[in-house]
């Protein structure tokens, strides 16, 4: 009678299959490190470019100077403040949506009313969350001060259908600025 080994077992085919597949994922992956590296800068610069697009377009000054040391920047949600010359401020927060964080710049005057709103990065769900980028949902926030919200939390804001979430994430987002401008002002820092 034989005794049959049982348990793990290697041959050379198989070996061979993972050999060339290590192979094959290390080209893979050196691959997408070139690539990269090649696409890292000019991300980078649309990134800055949209960022200037979207603080000229909330509230338009010559330039926009980063404001630090103040406790607006303490706000949850504030990622950055810049002074917008001696028109306010451009507050960048960052509220999470339905499909994760949304990148907005508020502008705020220098009496605490909002004069725009954009979003520059989100991944919300097409047709619905991702009409929070349409100026017919965003144009709702300018002329507010104080705090915002929806009608049906008692606000004059309409949500968009289907997006509750994202439209509660906005809303968030423009308060939090609100919050910033109205400390800054409390605090008579200059715009």
Known sequence: MTEEK???????ATLKLAVILFAFAAVVAIALGFVNKITSDRIAAFNEEKTAAAMKAVLTADS?????GSAAEKIELVKEVYAADDSGWVIMVNPSGFGGELNMAVG???????????????????GLGANANRESFRSQYVGKSGSVALKKQGGEIDALTGATVTSTAVTKGVNAALAAANELIREGAGA
């Not at 009496?111 to 097409?126: A, L, Q």
Request: proline share 3%; glycine share 10%.
């Open 6 to 12: 049982k348990g793990f077992r290697l041959d050379w």
């Open 64 to 68: 926009y100077t980063p404001v630090s």
């Open 108 to 126: 705020v005057d220098k009496t605490g009313t909002v004069t725009g709103v954009s979003i520059i990065k989100m991944s919300e769900t097409s």
